[in-house]
């Protein structure tokens, strides 16, 4: 009922910038939550920022609070993910993920997934 896809990857430097999109179609009313999870070769996927879609309320990673921000454009399905002050062990793959339940930082109660995209930060 939902679909997304990712874009903005790409190589980037140590100390660079990237904005990660996401965008939604079908279904989209239903969903609660917005996550934004990576995962390196050889590591768990983790969470890395949430968005509450009615409040817009946030939630971020220890590992990127102060560096990354998650948004949203409710009325173009659009959500993204602006990252700053990159740094090599931001490399892994992105993944967008759509929860019904209101989950965030949680990989098995996502609904929907997008395709992923790569992030590779050289030093």
């Known amino acids: 009922q939902v679909q997304l896809v990712e874009s903005g990857g790409e190589p980037v430097q140590a100390g660079g910038s990237l904005r990660l999109s996401c965008a939604a179609s079908g279904y989209t009313s239903s969903i609660s939550t917005m996550n934004w999870f990576r995962q390196a070769p050889g590591k768990e996927r983790e969470g890395v920022a949430c968005?509450?879609?009615?409040?817009?309320?946030?939630y971020y990673a220890d590992s990127v609070k102060g560096r990354f921000t998650i948004s949203q454009e409710k009325l173009k399905n659009k959500m993204y993910l602006q990252m700053n002050s990159l740094k090599p062990e931001d490399t892994a793959m992105y993944y967008c993920?759509?929860?019904?339940?209101?989950?965030?930082?949680?990989?098995?109660?996502?609904?929907?997934w997008g395709q992923g995209t790569q992030v590779t930060v050289s030093s």
């Open positions: 993920a759509a929860d019904f339940g209101g989950d965030c930082f949680s990989p098995v109660a996502q609904d929907y």
């Open positions: 968005i509450v879609s009615l409040s817009g309320r946030t």
